[in-house]
């Protein structure tokens, strides 16, 4: 075989190669934090300033190139190809760290993000109930929560009462769970850590993001409700209201969504399409030409518990 022939076939390989590449990964994070929680679940929404830092540089120094969500909708839908793949970050719930801890990073590197608002977060009227319910575990032998018992005397029952909760409130008990779980905050709130106030964004340093090209301020519907139990009516109003109040209070579109819980199924998917250009979900993954633009996937950026 000629050098001629075995180089052309190599080409063709490469080129090959370089279209079945992905096109990139978009990254989740939730809350940037010095000091991080004791139990594991909440350490897994949490990573440090100096984590996420070494997160863009590592990207950076990788190749990768920094892309809001508008571009990652553009290239999806225009089915265009980089020579370099992207990294879009995403934060979810809207934590006043972001502001505080997580946008002078991205502003120092010159790197897009994108903040998921959940309304009744902003406007105080929702629960944090996981970290409310960590504080209350930690100095707590046994629980009692919509009827049910928990022990929860040492850590590996108290991460086990977590859980057990947790999953009550992405079923048909949601409603009855959250209510317990206010009237027990409302009754141990000397337990608690931190001012729940002082956790959420506020509207202010919204609109100061928002005003950051750098910054796009995306929905998490109004209570941070798990979609798949409510009915289309309700799942519509979380959608509509969430994104109406944000764009009010911004002057500015909200196209994008990311699923509370990262619960979703194709009704759902189906109902964001009617309000928005792109939804994110919590599927681990990277970002492919063919992928349904309602159906994102997100990698979770975990710092070592």
Partial sequence: MNLFIKAKRKIKREIKKFLDRPYGKILMLHSVVENRSRLEENRKLEVTP????????????????????????RQLEHKKRYWRKFVCFTLDDGYTDNYKNAYPIFKKYNCPFTINITT?????????????LEDILLVNDKLTVNGAE???????MKNKAFWDIRDTIFSSEAEKTLLSLEQLFKENDSAFRNDINELALSWEQIIELAAD??????????SHASLPVLSDEM????????KKKIEERIKKPVKHFSYPYGNWDSRIADLAKEQFSTATTTDEGIVRKE???????????????
């Avoid at 799942?235 to 969430?242: F, P, Q």
Wanted: glycine fraction near 4%.
């Fill in 50 to 73: 100096a984590f996420l830092e070494q997160t863009i540089l590592k990207y950076k120094h990788a190749g990768y190139r920094f892309a809001s969500l508008d571009e990652v909708q």
């Fill in 120 to 132: 009744d977060y902003i406007d105080r009227k929702a629960l944090y109930w996981w970290f409310q």
């Fill in 235 to 242: 799942i519509r109003k979380e959608l509509s209201e969430g």
């Fill in 150 to 156: 928990y022990d929860c005397f040492g850590m590996e």
């Fill in 213 to 222: 090209p750098l910054c796009t301020i995306a929905a998490h519907t109004v």
């Fill in 291 to 305: 992928d349904n633009l309602y159906m994102l996937k997100r990698n979770e950026l975990n710092q070592d518990l």
